[in-house]
């Protein structure tokens, strides 16, 4: 198993571009997150879904856009990326409790 | 809002010692849980413990949970370089609603 995978790993962007960033999970869970982290921060909860077709926001959903139109994915969007947005982004997903991440896509928004 | 506050913010010891990290938080709990980053890395699930437990163990791990503080802790015995890593506890008020996650312990163990 794959477990939790994110493209891409690193992304650079210009102010006011658009960009997609894919989740893939490969253990049949309901439930996936989006997370950022910021330096010397936990992480905070962009949107996530409780299963395909589903989304829900949650601590600092805005500026982004979520699907979830297959259950082994989740994408998110920004439509116009701003500097606020470099980050580091974490895909999780779960089945009940437990939370799997992915390994991160590092993003810089100049 | 973070409900999660782990303290302290960073701790370093030497190989072998023991290494205590304090988790509390405000509201009423499902669970609290307990990951682990390396740097770089995604977070990695430590362990679990209810609302209605007291104290769980897994290897060199110790986590306690005292509902009427509000507080967990967690313990790891006879530390190993390895252990060098961001520690952070995240809880939930249900089992319907998503982790909420702390700021997290800097955790460095020198050899």
């Known amino acids: 198993n794959a477990g939790v995978t994110q493209t891409p790993k690193f992304r650079v962007l210009k102010t006011g571009q658009s960009m997609t960033l894919l989740c893939a999970q490969d253990?049949?869970?309901?439930?996936m997150y989006w997370y950022r982290q910021d330096p010397g921060m936990g992480l905070r909860l962009i949107h996530y879904s409780v299963g395909e077709g589903t989304t829900a926001k949650g601590e600092v959903p805005d500026g982004y856009n979520v699907s979830r139109l297959k259950k082994q994915n989740f994408l998110l969007g920004l439509e116009s990326a701003a500097p606020s947005q470099t980050s580091v982004y974490f895909c999780?997903?779960?089945?009940?409790?437990?939370?799997?991440f992915g390994p991160g896509t590092r993003l810089t928004v100049t | 809002s973070q409900q999660g506050e782990e303290d302290p913010q960073a701790l370093s010891i030497q190989e072998g010692e023991n290494a205590t990290m304090n988790c509390s938080y405000k509201?009423?709990?499902?669970?609290l849980q307990w990951y682990r980053q390396n740097s770089g890395r995604g977070l990695v699930h430590l362990i679990l413990?209810?609302?209605?437990?007291r104290e769980k163990h897994s290897g060199r791990l110790r986590v306690t949970l005292d509902t009427s503080k509000k507080s967990s802790s967690l313990l790891i015995t006879a530390s190993r370089a390895a252990d060098t890593a961001s520690y952070f506890c995240a809880t939930d008020a249900s089992g319907n609603t998503p982790l909420v996650f702390g700021k997290g312990t800097r955790l460095s163990v020198i050899a």
């Open positions: 509201t009423s709990i499902n669970n």
């Open positions: 999780a997903s779960s089945y009940v409790g437990e939370q799997y």
């Open positions: 413990i209810r609302s209605n437990e």
């Open positions: 253990m049949n869970h309901e439930y």
